[in-house]
């Protein structure tokens, strides 16, 4: 490609013809896996549609009804439709999410607040913003501009995703304490917004908000918990968000019959076949009304929409198809940003939010895939091993009947790549014990199919398209279901905005090395005891603080850019200024290798190690309470000494080696 990179619209017809030559096996690889790929297909389309629910409410809060669930639904639906058939990365999942909802929201304050446009207008606008933003989308993948999606770095995509956490927390705080209000465009004076009522209806937002953040957070690890079946814990796993929101709706149903209707508050949306709803289907027809010079001015904010396209798509895409996934079908950047520019003038048109690509749930994806190739490529490993060993067929007739198998799943791969992707099944096979004993670490240890082959097994992911099309297809069955959504609680859906917030944290360096700051020096060891990220040893104390000092102010910039009532629609600008800071500035200001380490391209964790640090040499202050910390550890929460006994090991290793026994 790097012959043919300048020349326009060079990246979009070599990605086309890259995922032409496995378009049809994209289709086949799914069908080869028969039921099994409706695992995958449900789990992420409940990962998709949750948030959508989620951000249609607030979207129909932020616009006065203009648009809501409704809308972003269908929109999730066509343009997942659309990029499942059409699309060049099928494992890369789009939907409506947060940077549509506040872009959104400023296009309807500058509307609004323009009486040659107004409410009426808004829809209108709005498409003429999405045609420039399309026009915009195609220019720069014809341009080849995703070249440049590697000067994105990580702390570009952390500040990003670092503002949409607060923006989440935020949204979450304003509908808790809008439930103590009297809601807008309603009459003060019924019954239900009096102010006893008001008053039930807020204590009971926060109950329902905080029990699900609560039970939702640990169904999340419920695959480490010790009760219950194996089955059932990953069931819990990974459905648990969707169980607890049911849950929590049908537990506000119990709430006493004497409370009137409308405590709690619940979604209030339109039937898809409501005037309100159908009229967005032809808003191109006003579309001809909006002023001229308003048309010309749609330009501006659609270059801050189409650059957080851009930045948004690509990063999606990009932690879709990881290296350590092991894809093998080619990428698709250039015509994906293509495709994406057809998506948003189709939704403009149709008087729809654009949808784009997604994180978290591009990546859960892959994933979710990668798991079910390794299963049926483990069953058919392990089946094939048991039945050379019960032939007692040679060590080597076992590992070449296992390659077989990996070769027939992988369709064409390479001898080499063959070769070295196996290198470790291969030697756990070869060395392994016929089971008459022997010694050392290899030795003595026989083969056992079900323990090594899982073990040793290469990461590979089912890459096909039907598990995109079909949850997208799900998400636009919703949309019939509108009776059913009228029963959640809005107040459910703050808990789960504060959900995603805190979800989020985890794997953020920027928040880990926020709270690095709030731990003394003699306690710092403390981290480095437990996992952590490896350039709290790699990288001085004091460039770790400047770095992120850094990072904070420039957050807060970004973040006060979107506190500005009409102004805020230029957030997305401190980000594409980033990519120059980053490349000619840092540099100067930090050490290059520090740099590199900071902002890398990959999360890399260490395993931690006990720090035996000697009683003298560790000044002890007033303020550090080790006393109080040695209680904690000593004592359950309910005040009880914990009794230790001797584990089985500890036991017979002072039964052999008795301290005053005499061995040596």
Not at 46 to 55: D, K, M, R
Not at 78 to 84: K, L
Not at 560 to 581: E, K, M, R, S, W
Not at 614 to 633: G, M, T, W
Request: net charge positive.
């Amino acid at each position: 490609m790097a012959g043919v990179v300048n020349t326009p619209f060079a990246g979009i017809i070599h990605d086309f013809k890259g995922r032409r030559k496995c378009y049809k096996q994209d289709w086949l690889a799914a069908f080869n896996s028969g039921v099994r790929i409706l695992a995958p297909t449900l789990y992420i389309f409940i990962a998709s549609a949750l948030p959508v629910i989620a951000f249609g409410e607030q979207l129909s809060r932020e616009t006065d009804r203009s648009l809501g669930i409704v809308e972003s639904l269908a929109s999730t639906a066509i343009c997942g439709i659309i990029h499942s058939i059409f699309g060049g990365q099928p494992l890369l999942i789009v939907g409506v999410a947060e940077p549509t909802i506040i872009m959104y929201t400023y296009l309807h304050s500058f509307s609004k607040g323009r009486p040659e446009l107004g409410q009426k207008l808004y829809l209108a606008w709005a498409g003429w913003v999405c045609v420039w933003t399309a026009v915009l989308l195609i220019l720069l993948a014809s341009l080849n501009a995703s070249n440049i999606i590697s000067r994105f770095t990580r702390i570009a995509g952390e500040l990003f995703g670092m503002l949409i956490t607060v923006l989440f927390f935020q949204e979450a705080v304003k509908g808790v304490l809008g439930e103590f209000l009297v809601p807008k465009s309603v009459d003060p004076r019924l019954e239900v917004y009096q102010f006893q009522w008001r008053y039930t209806n807020g204590l009971l937002a926060v109950i329902f908000s905080f029990g699900l953040l609560y039970t939702a957070l640990k169904s999340r690890r419920a695959r480490s918990w010790r009760y219950g079946f194996r089955w059932m814990r990953g069931f819990i796993g990974d459905y648990g968000t969707l169980l607890m929101l049911v849950l929590w709706s049908a537990f506000s149903f119990t709430v006493p019959r004497d409370i009137p209707e409308g405590v709690p508050r619940r979604l209030e949306l339109p039937l898809p076949w409501d005037p309100k709803s159908l009229y967005h289907w032809t808003v191109v027809k006003d579309m001809g009304k909006v002023p001229p010079l308003f048309i010309l001015a749609a330009f501006i904010p659609a270059i801050m929409i189409a650059g957080l396209y851009f930045f948004d798509h690509c990063v999606s895409a990009q932690m879709a198809q990881q290296k350590e996934f092991n894809l093998k079908n080619p990428p698709a950047y250039h015509y994906d940003i293509f495709i994406l520019g057809i998506m948003t003038l189709i939704c403009g048109l149709l008087g729809l939010p654009p949808s784009n690509g997604v994180i978290p749930q591009s990546p859960m994806h892959t994933k979710s895939l990668a798991v079910l190739k390794r299963q049926q490529m483990r069953k058919k490993m392990v089946q094939k091993a048991k039945e050379c060993i019960k032939a007692k067929a040679s060590k080597s007739e076992i590992y070449g009947k296992m390659q077989d198998v990996f070769i027939e799943m992988e369709k064409s791969p390479k001898a080499t790549s063959v070769a070295k992707e196996l290198e470790n099944l291969k030697e756990a096979v070869m060395k392994a014990d016929d089971g008459g004993g022997g010694g050392g670490d290899t030795k003595g240890k026989k083969f056992d199919p079900e323990v090594h082959i899982e073990d040793h097994l290469p990461v590979r992911v089912n890459e096909q398209r039907v598990s995109n099309l079909l949850q997208s297809i799900l998400v636009g069955l919703l949309i019939f279901a509108v009776p059913l959504l009228r029963m959640i609680p809005t107040s459910v859906l703050w808990g789960y905005f504060t959900y995603m917030a805190v979800d989020s944290l985890p794997g953020n360096q920027f928040w880990e090395r926020l709270l690095l700051l709030f731990i003394t020096p003699r306690r710092r060891f403390k981290v480095l005891e437990g996992l952590h990220s490896s350039f709290m040893e790699i990288v001085p104390y004091k460039t770790i603080v400047m770095f992120t000092l850094f990072q904070l102010l420039y957050f807060l910039i970004c973040y006060g850019v979107t506190l500005i009532p009409v102004g805020g629609i230029l957030f997305p600008l401190p980000f594409f200024f980033l990519i120059a800071i980053r490349q000619y500035i840092l540099p100067k200001i930090f050490d290059p290798a520090h740099l590199q380490v900071l902002d890398s391209s990959e999360y890399e964790e260490m395993a931690g190690a006990p720090h035996n640090i000697p009683l003298n040499s560790v000044e002890i202050s007033e303020d550090e309470f080790y006393d109080a910390e040695i209680l904690d550890e000593i004592t359950t929460s309910r005040g009880e000494l914990k009794h230790r006994t001797l584990s089985v090991r500890e036991g017979r290793s002072q039964m052999v080696y008795p301290e005053n026994s005499g061995h040596s």
